[in-house]
């Protein structure tokens, strides 16, 4: 189901134009990157234009997107389809405060989203990306039982190898000594970090450390299926029916971080569908929008939002971003869902998912690498180590491909539009360059 183009793979070999834009060399020593020592760190590179699964350079290259800008592009760059949608609502409300007003964009949304989500995932509340989403999904947790009375009930369980964002919250709950916060360690807010229970004895730890530790416990947090930032490390369904369960027995709640998996990432529209659980709380982000503009939603089942319900004004969710549930966002997330229903997504990721466990299983015979792995749209070459990052990334981008390698592992994460070709070519440059 893969779509195949007659086009030529353009692999870098375009005419270079050797000076940068003038907007690039004026411009550049105002900003700030994320993720990067700007004192030692190459200089990035200046994009003019995207379209499907390229990225058009300013100096006349065109790469093949291996990543879909940080997993957000489920679609393809500039889908006419969203690109419509996005201009018509710009023509009639770009924005409209959340407070006190509400409009169609945002109430459709949510009774789509509604619908398509696990059974009783039915209230909806917009924010504007992942980080924000999954802060939400907690300070919903710890006031639900706030609002109970039960304010010993403060503390989280997260996971070794998770990551859950930037903000302060949501940092407490990612891994705190491998992950990209162990910085802050000792000024966060402290939860309780176990192994997930993907073994027996893994399992035995997690649920002995819910026997000891249940009455402080406010929520159970996890990315289903796939820890994404943190190693893209998979575990298997099996595991969330154990989180699940064990989040019965200790009357906990559990809250999936799908802001990497949701919308077909790992084959199913939602991760949770592959265990056939539901969470009580699901933080979404990143492909909501189609990777158009920035949006997040954090839904939670019937239960919690009853919890929110009183006569004290107190009660109430105090939580109210200043651009949650723009118009513009909406309308594109609208569209993104269109999709979905008009175009065959999930066949195009199982199509992938079968290119990429075939285009990646000649990296299993290269010199230092630990592991290829591959779930959905996700492929994945570990390594024994990466040494210098920034050349790695540079010989990428000398095959014509866009790959950010992080840690220890070289991966993709494709549009799940992406050609048969522009996908084979993918793959033969992870290959090759780690052949090097």
Known sequence: MLRKTKEAINRGHSQVNSAPPDWFARGLG????????????????????????????ADGRVLIDGVASWWTACHGYNH????TAVSHQLELMPHVMFGGLVHEPALLLARRLAALLPAGLDRVFFCDSGSVAVEVAMKMALQFWLNKGESQRSRFVAFRGAYHGDTFGAMSVCDPEEGM???????????????????AQAARAFDELLERHAASLAAIIVEPLV???????????EVLRHLRAAAERHELLLIFDEVFTGFGRTGTLFACEAARVAPDIIA??????????????????KNV????????????????????????????????????EREPRLKQVAAIEAALVSGLESARKLPHVR????????????????????????????????VRPFGKIVYLTPAFTISEDELRSLTRAVVSVLAR
């Not at 995207?50 to 058009?56: L, M, N, P, V």
């Not at 006419?80 to 690109?83: A, C, D, L, V």
């Not at 779930?375 to 014509?400: Q, S």
């Open 80 to 83: 006419p389809h969203i690109s």
């Open 371 to 402: 592991e290829v792995r591959v779930r959905g749209a996700i492929g994945v070459v570990e390594l024994d180590r990466i040494g210098d990052i920034d050349e790695l990334r540079r010989r990428f981008v000398e095959a014509g491909v866009f």
């Open 305 to 340: 939002f009853e919890a929110f319900l009183s006569g004290e004004p107190a009660h109430a969710l105090m939580h109210g971003p200043t651009f949650m549930a723009n118009p513009l966002a909406c309308a594109a997330a609208n569209a993104s869902l269109d999709l979905f």
């Open 181 to 199: 916060h162990s910085r802050f360690t000792g000024v966060l807010p402290r939860q309780y970090i176990a192994d997930l229970p993907v073994t």
């Open 30 to 57: 105002h900003i700030w990157l994320p993720y990067t020592q700007m004192k030692t760190a190459a200089q990035p590179l200046p994009v003019v234009r995207a379209q499907g699964s390229r990225i058009y350079l």
């Open 227 to 237: 820890q994404g930032a943190g190693g893209m490390l998979f575990h298997g369904p």
């Open 284 to 301: 979404l982000s990143k492909a909501l929008t189609g990777g158009t503009l920035g949006l997040g939603a954090t839904v939670a089942a």
